[in-house]
């Protein structure tokens, strides 16, 4: 909804009040004003699929797949995901902190007030703690409020490539018993071809649902493998990416209430076709969420705008849908959809103030950063 020459008032940090400019005027002694006058006011958006923590770069290979090489191509050739675990390995803490703390930055100034932070670029038990660990020192020391997810199933490393049951073995009995929590968190399996089986990411998935994550599955990226139908089986959260998904998975995800979490980060990054079939989705039921999918693989993108305009052109979502997708119901793939997410009394302040009178330039122009102001629990946290 929209609320015309509108207010908010918070304090402590959450949203006190919310209405006409005029009465809460009225009704608020404000001990600091911020002007939004003919600027859109709006909540901060939640990023529910983001791989920063890595180190290095692949930009050798985007210039191979410019020149016609694929994505599996590449990681088949021992390029792709198992580059960047190498370059994260080698990094140390300083380094990778350094690396991440920059992108965290650029992701504030382009309006994202909390994300989640997926691991995945460990695949040992020692780094993939070590990479939690880091998640959670990201989190204490920056603004932007952070979700750590447990993606240790993001593909078979070499040392296990000819026992690939013993990786599946290790993530699920020593990485994801000894992974630290005290709120939140998530376990994800990349699920595809050349990555985990529909029943290597059950027999994980179920493990860590036993010790009280709740789950998230990389789903039918590439292709239709299966992972939708998982999601709705164990109840994920989420579901992420569903590209390659019919009625069936529409279906069963509104059923099972998941989130289908789409990327059109990854499909412009890698220059694919088709887009996830969103408003298929949404005529089935499913709460349709965007997210970055931020990696040095396919998407390498730190601005929710962005997502938001190119969920618009090519998965025909309408401006405000775009928003309810980018803000609310990802939070909702976060289990957080109470707390952030919209400007309702008793949640958090974070909010935005764009530098425009229209929500809708938002998603119809592009390129630029359209965030004047950023207020993350009330404080100014960025200002352009
Ligand atoms: O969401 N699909 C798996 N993970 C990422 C890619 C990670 C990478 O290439 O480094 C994704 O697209
Ligand atoms: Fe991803």
Request: aromatic content about 6%.
């Given at each position: 909804?929209?609320?015309?020459?509108?207010a908010?008032?918070?304090?402590?940090?959450?949203?006190?009040?919310?209405?006409?400019?005029?009465?809460?005027?009225?009704?608020?002694?404000?001990?600091?004003?911020?002007?939004?006058?003919?600027?859109v006011v709006?909540?901060?958006?939640?990023?529910?699929?983001?791989?920063?923590l890595?180190?290095?770069?692949?930009?050798d290979?985007?210039?191979m797949?410019?020149?016609?090489?694929?994505?599996?191509?590449?990681?088949?050739?021992?390029?792709?995901?198992?580059?960047?675990?190498?370059?994260?390995?080698?990094?140390?803490d300083e380094?990778?902190?350094?690396?991440?703390?920059?992108?965290?930055?650029?992701?504030?100034?382009?309006?994202?007030?909390?994300?989640?932070?997926?691991?995945?670029?460990?695949?040992?038990?020692?780094?993939?703690?070590?990479?939690?660990?880091?998640?959670?020192e990201?989190?204490r020391?920056?603004?932007?409020?952070?979700?750590?997810?447990?993606?240790?199933?993001?593909?078979?490393?070499?040392?296990?490539?000819?026992?690939?049951?013993e990786?599946?073995?290790?993530?699920?009995?020593e990485?994801?018993?000894?992974?630290?929590?005290?709120?939140?968190?998530?376990?994800d399996?990349?699920?595809e071809?050349?990555?985990?089986?529909v029943?290597?990411?059950?027999?994980?998935?179920?493990?860590a649902?036993?010790?009280g994550?709740?789950?998230?599955?990389?789903?039918?990226?590439?292709?239709?493998s299966?992972?939708?139908m998982?999601?709705?089986?164990?109840?994920?959260?989420?579901?992420?990416?569903?590209?390659?998904?019919?009625?069936?998975?529409?279906?069963?995800?509104?059923?099972?209430?998941?989130?289908?979490?789409?990327?059109?980060?990854?499909?412009?990054?890698?220059?694919?076709?088709?887009?996830?079939p969103?408003?298929?989705?949404?005529?089935?039921?499913?709460?349709?969420?965007?997210?970055?999918?931020?990696?040095p693989?396919?998407?390498?993108?730190?601005s929710?705008?962005?997502?938001?305009?190119?969920?618009?052109?090519?998965?025909?979502?309408?401006?405000?849908?775009?928003?309810?997708?980018?803000t609310?119901?990802?939070?909702?793939?976060?289990?957080?959809?109470?707390?952030v997410?919209?400007?309702?009394?008793?949640?958090?302040?974070?909010?935005?103030?764009?530098?425009t009178?229209?929500y809708?330039d938002?998603?119809?122009q592009?390129?630029?950063?359209?965030?004047?102001?950023?207020?993350?629990?009330?404080?100014?946290?960025?200002?352009?």
């Open positions: 909804g929209i609320i015309r020459d509108g908010i008032a918070i304090k402590d940090g959450n949203i006190a009040l919310v209405g006409a400019s005029e009465k809460l005027k009225r009704d608020v002694q404000a001990m600091q004003e911020i002007d939004a006058q003919g600027q709006m909540p901060g958006f939640v990023d529910p699929h983001n791989h920063l890595f180190a290095g770069s692949r930009v290979e985007f210039e797949r410019v020149k016609g090489a694929t994505y599996q191509e590449i990681q088949a050739m021992g390029g792709g995901i198992m580059s960047t675990v190498r370059a994260t390995r080698s990094a140390s380094d990778l902190l350094a690396q991440c703390r920059k992108r965290l930055d650029r992701m504030l100034a382009f309006g994202t007030t909390t994300s989640e932070v997926k691991t995945g670029y460990g695949l040992s038990v020692e780094q993939e703690l070590r990479l939690w660990r880091l998640i959670a990201l989190d020391t920056h603004p932007l409020d952070l979700i750590p997810t447990f993606l240790g199933a993001h593909v078979v490393p070499p040392e296990y490539a000819e026992q690939p049951a990786y599946v073995t290790l993530v699920s009995e990485m994801l018993p000894k992974l630290p929590r005290d709120g939140l968190a998530f376990c399996v990349f699920c071809t050349n990555a985990f089986s029943e290597q990411s059950r027999r994980i998935l179920t493990k649902k036993q010790l994550f709740d789950l998230k599955i990389h789903a039918d990226e590439f292709t239709r299966g992972g939708a998982l999601a709705a089986e164990l109840g994920a959260i989420s579901a992420d990416h569903l590209i390659y998904t019919e009625t069936d998975d529409w279906a069963a995800l509104a059923q099972s209430g998941t989130v289908a979490v789409l990327l059109p980060g990854t499909i412009f990054g890698l220059a694919l076709t088709p887009y996830a969103a408003r298929d989705m949404i005529s089935a039921g499913v709460v349709v969420a965007l997210g970055t999918d931020l990696n693989g396919t998407s390498w993108c730190e929710m705008p962005l997502m938001l305009a190119i969920a618009c052109r090519y998965m025909h979502l309408s401006p405000m849908e775009a928003i309810s997708a980018a609310i119901n990802a939070a909702h793939a976060l289990g957080i959809g109470k707390q997410g919209s400007l309702e009394v008793g949640k958090r302040g974070d909010l935005l103030i764009l530098d009178a229209d809708r938002l998603a119809y592009f390129g630029a950063n359209p965030v004047a102001q950023v207020i993350k629990k009330g404080q100014a946290v960025f200002t352009a």
